[in-house]
């Protein structure tokens, strides 16, 4: 390995462990014993109401069940909905304030006209599980992705009363799901790098080049920009996570590598305006983009897995599906820290202070564009030093390891070796 690609696997250590300090984003209870939240959705300009689905414990017979909460105050409250079913349910959305779906395990989809007082549970196809719906116009016309041995995707032209499959690829391709742009445009994608493009609904499309041989677990196109689009996912082969853009994401032949953190799966994005998306994975990771190509992660505070993530008002207030509980945040998950990529260690600016080379030998050489009072933390988020740094360059004598330095409330990272 590299020596940049073991600096950014003890940075990344050192964000996630330092997070319960520094952390953007809360803890949530729904209250819920034994629940496992898998899927998490607001109604598009409401950061008030909203609801979360996974897995429950039936308390009869022990044995586990759909579940299904629902929220009216940002997620201080939660109160329990009956979904009518025994499946795990992995996702959920409301195409209006009463019409809501959530799908899940043995191809199970349970749906509500009266806001989830009463859920209706049916059945599609093949019993594949269903990790994602949407209707992406909020009208008749919704989509299932599929996680299937055969690649597919399942399409309604009305409303969910019926669903007809479509089959795509080859039968070599695996699908594990989709993610729509509009009522027409979208990608399916699965095992091995498998990416198939469409722009009307799955009736045609074409292979697009994924640009990895990674399993690609989910999607997203730009709420501001429906060409504009985030696959992600994990390469098992060498066990880290791959991040994918696409400017034209229906139709772009060959899709971009965005060199993310190294964790070691990606299984989540919200696309919430041009510049920013947020990524979601293993070990409580939740990255934020402030270019196409430029990850930053937030501090989440956890190292639950992160299953979904929704913003549904702008990049501010959003919540996260992780596991036993909810996160939330209503400062975009601040403070943003630079995720150093695999083989790359840039030098970092925040607040005006700039560390001159990550790493650096026998301390942290800081160069300032103001007189400021720095505090450097360890990895355990002990505070070990706090001085003046002078405008100009100051020089910082630590030991070996990674560290942050704070100037107010914004923050560097920084490798030292011996």
Same mark, same amino acid.
């Given at each position: 390995m590299k020596a940049g690609s073991r600096n950014a696997t003890i940075v990344t250590g050192l964000l996630l462990s330092c997070s319960v300090m520094l952390g953007g984003w809360s803890q949530l209870n729904p209250g819920i014993i034994g629940g496992v939240y898998t899927g998490v959705y607001f109604l598009p300009g409401n950061t008030?109401?909203?609801?979360?689905?996974?897995?429950?414990?039936?308390?009869?017979?022990?044995? /586990?069940?759909? !579940? &299904?909460? $629902?929220t009216t105050d940002g997620g201080s409250t939660w109160t329990q909905q009956n979904p009518n079913t025994t499946s795990i349910l992995r996702a959920i959305y409301f195409s209006d304030a009463n019409t809501g779906y959530a799908c899940g395990t043995s191809g199970t989809i349970v749906t509500t006209t009266d806001g989830g007082i009463t859920w209706t549970p049916?059945?599609? *196809?093949?019993?594949?599980?269903?990790?994602?719906?949407?209707? #992406?116009?909020? *009208?008749?016309? +919704?989509?299932? *992705?599929?996680?299937?041995?055969? %690649? $597919?995707?399942?399409?309604?032209?009305?409303?969910?009363?019926?669903?007809?499959?479509?089959?795509?690829?080859?039968?070599?391709?695996?699908?594990?799901?989709?993610?729509?742009?509009?009522?027409?445009?979208?990608?399916?994608?699965?095992? @091995?790098?498998? !990416?198939?493009?469409?722009?009307?609904?799955?009736?045609?499309?074409?292979?697009?080049?994924?640009?990895?041989? %990674?399993n690609i677990l989910a999607g997203a196109f730009s709420k501001a920009d429906p060409?504009?689009?985030? &696959?992600v996912g994990t390469d098992t082969t060498v066990n880290i996570g791959?991040?994918?853009?696409?400017?034209?994401?229906?139709q772009q032949d060959t899709w971009e590598v965005v060199r993310g953190p190294m964790i070691t799966s990606f299984s989540c994005v919200d696309y919430v305006t #041009?510049?920013?998306?947020?990524?979601?994975?293993?070990?409580?990771?939740?990255?934020?983009?402030?270019?196409?190509?430029?990850?930053?992660?937030?501090?989440t505070g956890v190292s639950n897995h992160i299953n979904r993530i929704c913003?549904?008002?702008?990049?501010?207030?959003?919540?996260?599906?992780? +596991?036993?509980?909810? !996160?939330?945040t209503t400062d975009?998950?601040? #403070?943003?820290? /630079?995720?150093?990529?695999?083989?790359?260690?840039? %030098?970092?600016?925040? @607040?005006?202070?700039?560390?001159?080379?990550? #790493?650096?030998? +026998?301390?942290?050489?800081?160069?300032?564009?103001?007189?400021?009072?720095?505090?450097?933390f360890d990895a355990a988020g002990r505070a070990l030093l706090r001085q003046t740094a002078s405008k100009g360059l100051t020089f910082l004598p630590l030991r070996g390891g990674a560290y942050f330095v704070r100037a107010g409330t914004q923050m560097a990272i920084a490798v030292v070796t011996d």
């Open positions: 008030r109401v909203g609801y979360a689905c996974g897995t429950g414990l039936d308390t009869a017979s022990h044995m /586990p069940t759909g !579940l &299904i909460v $629902r049916s059945y599609v *196809g093949y019993g594949d599980q269903l990790p994602y719906v949407s209707f #992406p116009s909020n *009208g008749s016309t +919704g989509y299932l *992705g599929a996680t299937a041995d055969t %690649a $597919r995707v399942y399409v309604t032209p009305s409303g969910g009363s019926f669903w007809y499959v479509y089959f795509i690829g080859t039968n070599q391709d695996r699908s594990t799901s989709c993610a729509m742009a509009d009522v027409s445009s979208g990608v399916a994608f699965g095992v @091995a790098g498998f !990416l198939w493009g469409t722009t009307d609904g799955f009736s045609t499309g074409k292979r697009l080049d994924a640009n990895t041989s %990674a060409n504009r689009a985030y &696959i791959v991040i994918r853009y696409a400017s034209n994401g229906s #041009p510049e920013t998306a947020y990524i979601g994975g293993a070990g409580g990771f939740i990255g934020a983009t402030k270019t196409a190509r430029e990850i930053w992660t937030t501090n913003f549904p008002n702008g990049p501010d207030t959003g919540y996260a599906a992780a +596991g036993p509980m909810i !996160l939330k975009a998950g601040a #403070p943003w820290v /630079p995720a150093v990529a695999e083989e790359k260690s840039p %030098a970092v600016v925040r @607040a005006g202070i700039r560390v001159m080379s990550n #790493p650096c030998r +026998g301390g942290i050489p800081l160069r300032s564009d103001e007189n400021v009072t720095v505090t450097v």
